[in-house]
């Protein structure tokens, strides 16, 4: 018997792309059950995203800026679910072709242990700049594997590596594990692959399922998101105390920064050098952001509502 499917998509002040993702997924070759987009404040949804849909499997909650949380509104829409299989995206990803749902779905099979899959994210043309066109072949080569505990010594904080932006999980296995913990401004993926790991289950990375995703951020963009990385694994430094950040992240400049050189790149070494420095000084302000001002924290981070809530002690 097929494991039914159900693919869920928080967004916010969606555009264009969502239509074109939706139209993608009913094109798949293994079928869904439903779709449901989670999208926070209603007047940023636009009726005609679904006007070439006309498909019942396509449902859509509207929730308040308030009610958002990376976690918590990820968990909200999987308890709801009654499918054994969840397929996490967010809004401004592409499936590269028909096969991507029933590539993940593979990676299940035969493998009762794995508790999530996650797709390999290809550059979109005109989307991406060189240097993060070849650091996506770093984080996601043509290579699938299955992650256990077995991989820590020696893949150090890439085995918990995960990404919603594409990424199944076996529903069973997520309420196990825990699901998503929340509150949550940001990493919620790899909090679950971390628990899952330590609990004696499995990740795998998935090559053969392809979707399209890239952006162009700038060194503040770049600031603020690692900002948030690094307050996530403050807040639960019991998942990433024994394993090392720095040392990946600077393994990945050094091949960067070789591969620029080797194929003639070596003018944009200066981007590197100022998009690294935003990444990790960035991450450094969250890792440490008990001792910042709250006035700072919300320059720095992509996520105000969190500090709100968290103010809250909501």
């Known amino acids: 018997m097929k494991q039914t499917v159900e693919v869920i998509i928080p967004t916010y002040k969606p555009d264009g792309y969502i239509s074109e993702l939706l139209k993608t997924l009913l094109k798949q070759t293994y079928p869904i059950a439903r779709i449901h987009i989670i999208n926070t404040e209603e007047k940023y949804w636009k009726k005609e995203f679904l006007d070439d849909i ?80 070849f650091t996506r072949g770093f984080n996601y080569s043509e290579v699938s594997k299955i992650k256990s505990r077995n991989d820590i010594p020696h893949m150090g904080i890439k085995t918990f590596f995960c990404s919603d932006v594409c990424a199944m999980y076996r529903k069973d296995l997520y309420e196990t594990v825990g699901g998503f913990v929340s509150p949550t401004i940001f990493n919620e993926d790899m909090i679950f692959a971390a628990d899952a790991v330590n609990k004696g289950y499995k990740v795998a990375y998935c090559a053969e399922a392809k979707v399209y995703h890239s952006h162009k951020y700038t060194g503040i963009q770049y600031f603020k998101r690692n900002f948030d990385m690094g307050v996530s694994q403050k807040d639960y430094a019991d998942r990433f105390n024994l394993v090392s950040s720095e040392k990946e992240g600077i393994s990945l400049v050094k091949r960067t920064a070789e591969h620029l050189f080797k194929t003639g790149k070596g003018y944009l070494i200066f981007r590197l050098v100022w998009t690294s420095a935003c990444k990790y000084i960035g991450y450094l302000c969250g890792k440490n952001y008990t001792r910042l001002p709250m006035g700072l924290i919300r320059k720095m981070t992509t996520n105000p509502v969190y500090w709100d809530k968290k103010n809250k002690g909501e």
Do not use: W
């Open 54 to 133: 006309g498909d019942t499997r396509v449902m859509v909650t509207h929730i308040g800026m308030e009610d958002f949380d990376h976690g918590g509104t990820r968990d909200f829409a999987a308890k709801q679910s009654e499918c054994g299989l969840l397929l996490f995206m967010t809004q401004d990803v592409i499936p590269a072709d028909a096969d991507m749902i029933n590539c993940l779905v593979r990676a299940f099979k035969g493998n009762e242990d794995v508790a999530v899959a996650y797709a390999r994210q290809l550059p979109r043309e005109g989307q991406s700049d060189y240097i993060e066109e």
